[in-house]
């Protein structure tokens, strides 16, 4: 009998050798590998293909899939880095791979130093798209390090999803609550943390089957089927920390069908039979009643990256239940590797109808040649050392380092590289990822209350103690409710403020509304409450929408909002630069706000588009792929964008470009194409300002050939330019036809307007309040020489030898302007009727001139805003104590929340009462006009009872409200 201690020595001389063997193979391969790449230097060529130039990062290099990966991202032109845990790994003597990193361990203790490794890593080798090729853990470290590093990194792609959805979608009680949400058969299920929670196996046709929520492999112990009327195995022994799900069992056989998806927009997939030797993946057709609703789970959560999931089909019903999601990529991969040019697949093309298959094997498992006619999963004879390094040199290395003479193994599975030990799985510590997840939104919400004076916080929300801190350090006012039963003490501690027992929504609605008339607020829901309130079972973040209905709100995201930035010009080179500036201007203002993805749309002269995150003007301009209007569109829909800020000064910027986006059902700040298109006419809005009672100089229209009968002095002005173009003052006859002529280079009509006599020049301009009133922003004032009594375009840009903007011209002004109370009650009547005669929202701008007498006249309309440091409006808003950039966020969130409104509007059967013809409203897009009815003042310097309104219908949300005045023009006080 060998003793104990010859047994350690034999088990130690055994490890020794292993090593030795384990060392001297690798360095050959590594040897081998510098060879290849030399011998292959000089027939070296240019990368082509849809990804050259981009450099990917891809991870888990050890396993088959990520080698198939890495070569289908080679044949499409990338520079591919690969990265593993260890140094043995197939990638890193591939000779696809350009660069092979090792990173840390996956320590949930040590998750910040993961993350900012990897970001050193995206920095270091200026990374444009990671594709990861994941375990279970590491996938829930890129979801931290998605949310963490994609505010800091707006340039790369991640073809994963955030830490939310992985949980989500990991989550086997989740992920069949998500399945239900969008219509994915699914078998019924319960989550236990005990074994009383487990229902009867007879309570199902067939049993249940229990699983433990922390199973990364399908072992015996941790899947259990329970046949009708059998016990419960004692095998089965959920609790708090180590929670189960009961299922419904379903008989039939299993599939897995995987996916490579980007923006929620599906671009490859295939579909095999599970076996339980899990190195069998033979494809067969994806089953169409099984692939069209999950196409619809991926789009409805805009998933990127890679995804498999697991689904039965009922024997007697024929019904295709899903089962399991694995947020990663799968084994099938490798059968349809052979798919010519693939890899594209991760650049948004959809090469479904390249797919080609092939059957897989692994000389490890004898599975394959020479003994089947399977193909081998790793050879390639164009890169043959993964293969090695796979079949010989990670199982050396696996058993000498994992010292598996003491531990029971089943099986070292070589296709996933891993070695699969008898007993339970080890846990995870997912209640460090959701701690994560919870993190990432209190980030969130401490930016979105940036600009809140009152939160009203639902006392049942996770770490409610941790909200309330949120809410403190960013000045807000936090205060707890109970909606629905009697406050519980146990739920808070006494440091922190009392709940308040609201009984029901209309109850809270109320509450919040008054809280809203004082100063803004926000309310955060709970899951529960969320749901009684009509939405999705998840933390809720809302603001009051309107007074007419104070229990209904606007639904601002807990995460990122994409924004996209539209400018450029298809008209002159002038409007494109002035364009650039303002909008580059706006995304650097708010680029370092956790709320904001931003997106550039830029709209080149040829009328060409390209779109790019996180790139400057110089690479719009001059670098970015070309994309024609349709294929700018089909990119637009598959970035899932929240939120469209327009920047475009020429006139189908103005007016066509924004009804595009209007088209696609895209929020907008600021007003619509049609009210623009009336803007845009100087003459047409004067006419429809008079005929509300807007005081406006004595005009004319004069096209070519006419001549002008006002008497002088006047204005010669184009009806369709912008920044006081082709202007001019005429005081002489002499020099009407040169005054003429000069403003008919712009178009055929041309307007000539009674000169006001220089008293004041000032802009004006109001924005819509929650509340449904007007806030009069502070007033700029311009002061003017008697000799230039009008404002130029050579007093609001400069421009360089070629005429081209080159920045902004020094200006005399005052922001506040000082106004006194009879002067600023007329301005604002002026404005409140305006902004509604030319049917205006969120905001508008007015030039008006103060004659010497203390009379306004309203010479034009200014509707856009960039949200630049530079923009009048933020110049206005910032001295009425709006801290740039306060009204871009306020109005980004309530473009977002008027959609938010309108979709569960019609989710909940809610719509305008014309259902039919052309003219029907059951569909809010754009930006629709704040509800009609009774108006309440919020912030306003003035009530806006006292502005006439024209008879009209709009429709906002799920609202739709009418009420008539009479029509009646205002007399000026003097």
Same mark, same amino acid.
């Given at each position: 009998?060998?003793?104990?201690?010859?047994?350690?020595?034999?088990?130690?001389?055994?490890?020794?050798?292993?090593?030795?063997?384990?060392?001297?193979?690798?360095?050959?391969?590594?040897?081998?590998?510098?060879?290849?790449?030399?011998?292959?230097?000089?027939?070296?060529?240019?990368?082509?293909?849809?990804?050259?130039?981009?450099?990917?990062?891809?991870?888990?290099?050890?396993?088959?899939?990520?080698?198939?990966?890495?070569?289908?991202?080679?044949?499409?032109?990338?520079?591919?880095?690969?990265?593993?845990?260890?140094?043995?790994?197939?990638?890193?003597?591939?000779?696809?791979?350009?660069?092979?990193?090792?990173?840390?361990?996956?320590?949930?203790?040590?998750?910040?130093?993961?993350?900012?490794?990897?970001?050193?890593?995206?920095?270091?080798?200026?990374?444009?798209?990671?594709?990861?090729?994941?375990?279970?853990?590491?996938?829930?470290?890129?979801?931290?390090?998605?949310?963490?590093?994609?505010?800091?990194?707006?340039?790369?792609?991640?073809?994963?999803?955030?830490? @939310?959805?992985?949980?989500?979608?990991?989550?086997?009680?989740?992920?069949?609550?998500?399945?239900?949400?969008?219509?994915?058969?699914?078998?019924?299920?319960?989550?236990?943390?005990?074994?009383?929670?487990?229902?009867?196996?007879?309570?199902?046709?067939?049993?249940?089957?229990?699983?433990?929520?922390?199973?990364?492999?399908?072992?015996?112990?941790?899947?259990?089927?329970?046949?009708?009327?059998?016990?419960?195995?004692?095998?089965?022994?959920?609790?708090?920390?180590?929670?189960?799900?009961?299922?419904?069992?379903?008989?039939?056989?299993?599939?897995?069908?995987?996916?490579?998806?980007?923006?929620?927009?599906?671009?490859?997939?295939?579909?095999?039979?599970?076996?339980?030797?899990?190195?069998?993946?033979?494809?067969?057709?994806?089953?169409?009643?099984?692939?069209?609703?999950?196409?619809?789970?991926?789009?409805?959560?805009?998933?990127?990256?890679?995804?498999?999931?697991?689904?039965?089909?009922?024997?007697?019903?024929?019904?295709?239940?899903?089962?399991?999601?694995?947020?990663?990529?799968?084994?099938?991969?490798?059968?349809?590797?052979?798919?010519?040019?693939?890899?594209?697949?991760?650049?948004?093309?959809?090469?479904?109808?390249?797919?080609?298959?092939?059957?897989?094997?692994?000389?490890?498992?004898?599975?394959?040649?020479?003994?089947?006619?399977?193909? #081998?999963?790793?050879?390639?004879?164009?890169?043959?050392?993964?293969?090695?390094?796979?079949?010989?040199?990670?199982?050396?290395?696996?058993?000498?380092?994992?010292?598996?003479?003491?531990?029971? =193994?089943?099986?070292?599975?070589?296709?996933?590289?891993?070695?699969?030990?008898?007993?339970?799985?080890?846990?995870?510590?997912?209640?460090?990822?959701?701690?994560?997840?919870?993190?990432?939104?209190?980030?969130?919400?401490?930016?979105?209350?940036?600009?809140?004076?009152?939160?009203?916080?639902?006392?049942?929300?996770?770490?409610?103690?941790?909200?309330?801190?949120?809410?403190?350090?960013?000045?807000?006012?936090?205060?707890?409710?109970?909606?629905?039963?009697?406050?519980?003490?146990?739920?808070?501690?006494?440091?922190?403020?009392?709940?308040? =027992?609201?009984?029901?929504?209309?109850?809270?609605?109320?509450?919040?509304?008054?809280?809203?008339?004082?100063?803004?607020?926000?309310?955060?829901?709970?899951?529960?409450?969320?749901?009684?309130?009509?939405?999705?079972?998840?933390?809720?973040?809302?603001?009051?929408?309107?007074?007419?209905?104070?229990?209904?709100?606007?639904?601002?995201?807990?995460?990122?909002?994409?924004?996209?930035?539209?400018?450029?010009?298809?008209?002159?080179?002038?409007? #494109?630069?002035?364009?650039?500036?303002?909008?580059?201007?706006?995304?650097?203002?708010?680029?370092?706000?956790?709320?904001?993805?931003?997106?550039?749309?830029?709209?080149?002269?040829?009328?060409?588009?390209?779109?790019?995150?996180?790139?400057?003007?110089?690479?719009?301009?001059?670098?970015?792929?070309?994309?024609?209007?349709?294929?700018?569109?089909?990119?637009?829909?598959?970035?899932?964008? @929240?939120?469209?800020?327009?920047?475009?000064?020429?006139?189908?910027?103005?007016?066509?470009?924004?009804?595009?986006?209007?088209?696609?059902?895209?929020?907008?700040?600021?007003?619509?194409?049609?009210?623009?298109?009336?803007?845009?006419?100087?003459?047409?809005?004067?006419?429809?300002?008079?005929?509300?009672?807007?005081?406006?100089?004595?005009?004319?229209?004069?096209?070519?050939?006419?001549?002008?009968?006002?008497?002088?002095?006047?204005?010669?002005?184009?009806?369709?330019?912008?920044?006081?173009?082709?202007?001019?003052?005429?005081?002489?006859?002499?020099?009407?036809?040169?005054?003429?002529?000069?403003?008919?280079?712009?178009?055929? #009509?041309?307007?000539?307007?009674?000169?006001?006599?220089?008293?004041?020049?000032?802009?004006?301009?109001?924005?819509?309040?929650?509340?449904?009133?007007?806030?009069?922003?502070?007033?700029?004032?311009?002061?003017?020489?008697?000799?230039?009594?009008?404002?130029?375009?050579?007093?609001?840009?400069?421009? @360089?030898?070629?005429?081209?903007?080159?920045?902004?011209?020094?200006? @005399?002004?005052?922001?506040?302007?000082?106004?006194?109370?009879?002067?600023?009650?007329?301005? =604002?009547?002026?404005?409140?009727?305006?902004?509604?005669?030319?049917?205006?929202?969120?905001?508008?701008?007015?030039?008006?001139?103060?004659?010497?007498?203390?009379?306004?006249?309203?010479?034009?309309?200014?509707?856009?805003?960039?949200?630049?440091?530079?923009?009048?409006?933020?110049?206005?808003?910032?001295?009425?104590?709006?801290?740039?950039?306060?009204?871009?966020?306020?109005?980004?969130?309530?473009?977002?929340?008027?959609?938010?409104?309108?979709?569960?509007?019609?989710?909940?059967?809610?719509?305008?009462?014309? #259902?039919?013809?052309?003219?029907?409203?059951?569909?809010?897009?754009?930006?629709?006009?704040?509800?009609?009815?009774?108006?309440?003042?919020?912030?306003?310097?003035?009530?806006?009872?006292?502005?006439?309104?024209?008879?009209?219908?709009?429709?906002?949300?799920?609202?739709?409200?009418?009420?008539?005045?009479?029509?009646?023009?205002?007399?000026?006080?003097?």
């Amino acid at each position: 009998m060998t003793s104990p201690a010859s047994a350690r020595a034999n088990r130690n001389l055994v490890q020794t050798v292993l090593r030795l063997l384990d060392a001297l193979f690798w360095s050959l391969l590594l040897s081998l590998r510098g060879v290849l790449l030399l011998a292959s230097r000089p027939v070296a060529r240019t990368p082509t293909g849809i990804a050259a130039g981009k450099t990917v990062l891809v991870t888990t290099g050890r396993q088959a899939k990520t080698v198939h990966v890495i070569r289908a991202l080679k044949a499409v032109g990338a520079t591919v880095i690969v990265t593993d845990y260890d140094h043995v790994s197939a990638s890193a003597v591939s000779t696809a791979c350009d660069h092979f990193v090792v990173l840390p361990a996956l320590d949930v203790g040590a998750l910040d130093a993961w993350v900012d490794a990897f970001g050193a890593l995206l920095v270091e080798h200026k990374v444009d798209m990671v594709v990861p090729v994941s375990t279970i853990n590491e996938a829930l470290f890129l979801g931290v390090a998605r949310d963490r590093l994609a505010p800091k990194l707006p340039h790369v792609e991640w073809l994963c999803t955030g830490l @939310d959805n992985v949980l989500r979608l990991d989550d086997r009680e989740r992920f069949s609550a998500t399945c239900r949400q969008y219509g994915v058969p699914a078998p019924a299920s319960g989550l236990v943390t005990a074994r009383e929670q487990v229902p009867p196996s007879s309570s199902q046709p067939h049993g249940i089957i229990v699983k433990r929520m922390e199973s990364s492999v399908n072992r015996d112990e941790e899947i259990v089927p329970v046949a009708p009327g059998a016990p419960l195995p004692e095998v089965v022994k959920p609790s708090p920390t180590d929670a189960w799900q009961w299922q419904q069992m379903i008989r039939g056989a299993e599939y897995s069908v995987w996916y490579v998806c980007v923006n929620g927009a599906v671009t490859f997939s295939a579909c095999y039979v599970s076996q339980p030797d899990l190195v069998h993946f033979d494809a067969v057709p994806t089953p169409a009643d099984v692939d069209t609703p999950l196409r619809a789970l991926i789009r409805g959560m805009h998933l990127s990256g890679q995804y498999a999931f697991d689904f039965i089909r009922d024997d007697e019903s024929g019904v295709p239940y899903v089962i399991e999601c694995n947020p990663r990529a799968s084994s099938i991969l490798e059968t349809v590797s052979c798919t010519p040019l693939w890899g594209e697949a991760f650049f948004g093309v959809d090469v479904s109808a390249r797919r080609t298959t092939q059957d897989v094997g692994f000389v490890y498992h004898a599975n394959c040649w020479p003994w089947t006619a399977r193909t #081998e999963g790793y050879l390639s004879l164009a890169d043959p050392l993964p293969f090695f390094a796979a079949e010989i040199a990670w199982p050396l290395h696996a058993i000498q380092t994992a010292g598996l003479g003491d531990a029971g =193994y089943r099986k070292i599975d070589v296709n996933i590289c891993k070695i699969i030990i008898d007993g339970p799985s080890a846990p995870r510590n997912i209640g460090a990822f959701e701690d994560a997840s919870q993190a990432a939104k209190l980030t969130v919400l401490g930016r979105a209350l940036e600009f809140v004076d009152t939160v009203y916080i639902d006392a049942a929300v996770p770490n409610v103690a941790a909200v309330v801190a949120v809410a403190t350090k960013a000045s807000c006012t936090p205060l707890l409710f109970q909606l629905g039963g009697v406050p519980s003490r146990a739920a808070v501690t006494a440091a922190l403020p009392p709940i308040q =027992y609201v009984a029901t929504p209309e109850d809270l609605g109320a509450l919040v509304a008054t809280s809203e008339l004082v100063a803004p607020t926000r309310v955060l829901l709970s899951d529960a409450a969320s749901v009684v309130l009509g939405f999705d079972a998840e933390l809720t973040f809302l603001a009051p929408r309107s007074p007419v209905a104070p229990y209904t709100y606007y639904r601002i995201p807990l995460r990122r909002l994409k924004v996209l930035h539209v400018m450029g010009s298809c008209t002159s080179k002038y409007y #494109e630069t002035v364009s650039a500036y303002y909008g580059f201007d706006c995304i650097a203002s708010t680029t370092d706000d956790v709320r904001y993805e931003h997106v550039v749309g830029y709209v080149h002269l040829t009328g060409e588009w390209s779109v790019a995150v996180g790139k400057d003007a110089q690479y719009m301009r001059e670098k970015a792929p070309r994309l024609s209007l349709a294929q700018a569109l089909a990119t637009f829909e598959s970035l899932s964008l @929240d939120l469209m800020i327009p920047h475009m000064f020429d006139y189908a910027g103005l007016t066509a470009y924004r009804s595009v986006f209007t088209m696609l059902d895209l929020p907008t700040v600021g007003c619509s194409g049609e009210a623009l298109a009336l803007s845009t006419n100087k003459a047409r809005t004067k006419a429809c300002a008079a005929m509300d009672g807007v005081p406006v100089p004595a005009s004319e229209l004069l096209r070519r050939g006419d001549k002008p009968t006002m008497p002088l002095p006047f204005v010669i002005k184009p009806t369709e330019e912008d920044n006081s173009m082709g202007v001019d003052v005429v005081r002489e006859e002499a020099d009407v036809p040169a005054a003429l002529e000069a403003a008919f280079r712009f178009g055929d #009509e041309v307007m000539v307007e009674q000169f006001i006599p220089l008293g004041r020049e000032l802009r004006v301009a109001v924005v819509e309040t929650p509340a449904g009133g007007f806030e009069l922003l502070p007033m700029v004032e311009y002061f003017l020489p008697a000799d230039k009594p009008i404002r130029l375009s050579a007093n609001k840009l400069t421009t @360089d030898s070629t005429g081209q903007p080159s920045g902004f011209a020094k200006t @005399d002004r005052q922001v506040p302007a000082d106004v006194d109370p009879v002067l600023k009650e007329k301005l =604002y009547k002026m404005a409140m009727v305006a902004h509604r005669a030319t049917d205006c929202a969120d905001y508008s701008i007015y030039d008006v001139r103060v004659d010497p007498a203390g009379e306004p006249y309203m010479l034009e309309s200014c509707l856009y805003c960039s949200f630049s440091f530079r923009s009048v409006l933020v110049l206005m808003a910032e001295a009425a104590g709006k801290k740039h950039p306060q009204l871009f966020v306020e109005f980004s969130e309530r473009a977002v929340g008027r959609k938010s409104a309108a979709v569960a509007a019609r989710a909940r059967g809610g719509a305008a009462p014309q #259902e039919f013809g052309m003219k029907a409203l059951g569909r809010t897009v754009g930006t629709p006009s704040l509800p009609r009815g009774p108006r309440l003042q919020a912030r306003a310097v003035y009530p806006c009872e006292h502005v006439p309104r024209l008879t009209r219908e709009r429709a906002a949300g799920e609202e739709r409200v009418s009420e008539a005045e009479p029509k009646q023009a205002w007399k000026r006080t003097g």
